[in-house]
């Protein structure tokens, strides 16, 4: 089985991979210093390896201060989900993994 990467958003490469992007992009918005981030970044990597046609990306809200902003980022961690780049769907907290990946299938197929 070929391992998906999970895309770290940057300021550089926000347009070209979230708002340009045509189809599914999971944001797992987080900083090192929150602990359900820390809790919650391998059950976002797993599922990035389980569900197959959508892009699972990160942005490190410390690093990535201007995009969190327009994004609305008030909470963390914050799950934000994209369809060609409109959101669709968000959620917050940390969570099991069958609870994230129910809310991200339930997002997906809602907007399908």
Do not use: H
């Amino acid at each position: 089985m070929v391992r998906k990467m999970v895309l770290s958003i940057t300021s550089n490469n926000y347009e070209k991979e979230v708002m340009n992007y045509n189809g599914f992009v999971v944001i797992d918005c987080w900083a090192p210093w929150c602990a359900p981030c820390r809790m919650s970044s391998p059950v976002f990597e797993e599922l990035s390896q389980e569900i197959e046609g959508i892009k699972f990306a990160k942005l490190n809200v410390d690093e990535e201060g201007l995009i969190a902003q327009a994004n609305r980022i008030v909470s963390i961690p914050t799950f934000i989900i994209f369809k060609n780049g409109v959101e669709v769907g968000r959620f917050v907290g940390a969570m099991p993994k069958e609870l994230m990946k129910q809310k991200i299938m339930e997002v997906v197929e809602n907007n399908e």
